[in-house]
């Protein structure tokens, strides 16, 4: 696709119940990341890939929180049993490659708003 | 633990002056810096980086600096042009680990009056 697609835009869920986040990355994008944004805070920086190996996940905040990707493309960020603290806009990026270099821009897609009540 | 301050939440600028915005860092094994640009309701854009090995980038209106010894480094924009208004936030990483986990700043929202 033309950017990277996000979906749900917008999600209310229960306390407790589990969420599913997909991201489309851009296409030929090897590198796809996770990040959320909480209210008042930096985006902070949750597992990326490279490929469908996620070599850090280290980011993700507890247990409840998983990623997979299948195919080289689409991701998926499951958060099972959702706190109220999970709150916050989860933004998906993705670039060429992993790696810092001219060129290889990581581009964001517009974010998911998870809202848990 | 906040590795990367944007210690001005706003900063208000009339149109055609100077727009400079703030960033500082505690992690000494950053090397590589970015500025994003964020419109509400739309995921960051990259804006411009800086490696640890050049002090000054320059593109178009934008300029970062980087003091390394101060951990110190700055958006410049200009001229100001009310399209600009946004929020920027800075980020920071380290090429060590291919630079995959940006440290972002909390964002400062610059607003350019006509």
């Known amino acids: 696709g033309a950017g990277v697609s996000q979906s749900p835009s917008n999600k209310v869920t229960e306390k407790g119940k589990d969420v599913e986040l997909r991201c489309d990355p851009i296409?030929?994008?090897?590198?796809l990341y996770w990040y959320r944004q909480s209210l008042g805070q930096g985006l902070e920086f949750l597992i990326y890939?490279?490929?469908?190996?996620?070599?850090?996940k280290s980011g993700l905040p507890s247990d409840r929180f998983s990623a997979e990707r299948t195919g080289g493309s689409v991701s998926t960020l499951t958060i099972q049993r959702t706190q109220q603290e999970d709150s916050a806009v989860y933004l998906c990026?993705?670039?060429?490659?992993?790696?810092?270099?001219?060129?290889?821009?990581?581009?964001f897609g517009e974010g998911s708003w998870l809202t848990v009540v | 633990d906040q590795q990367v301050k944007q210690n001005s939440p706003s900063l208000s600028v009339q149109e055609g002056r100077i727009s400079i915005l703030n960033c500082d860092y505690t992690?000494?094994?950053?090397?590589?810096f970015l500025w994003y640009k964020k419109y509400p309701a739309e995921g960051p854009t990259f804006l411009i980086s800086i490696s640890s090995i050049k002090d000054k980038n320059e593109d178009g209106r934008f300029t970062v600096f980087l003091n390394k010894s101060a951990k110190h480094l700055s958006l410049h924009i200009v001229p100001s042009q009310p399209g600009d208004s946004a929020v920027y936030f800075c980020a920071a990483t380290t090429s060590q680990n291919s630079g995959y986990a940006l440290n972002f700043g909390k964002g400062t929202s610059l607003l350019v009056t006509p």
């Open positions: 992690n000494s094994m950053f090397d590589y």
């Open positions: 990026a993705s670039s060429l490659v992993a790696g810092l270099f001219s060129g290889n821009t990581i581009y």
């Open positions: 296409s030929g994008h090897t590198a």
């Open positions: 890939f490279q490929g469908n190996s996620a070599p850090d």
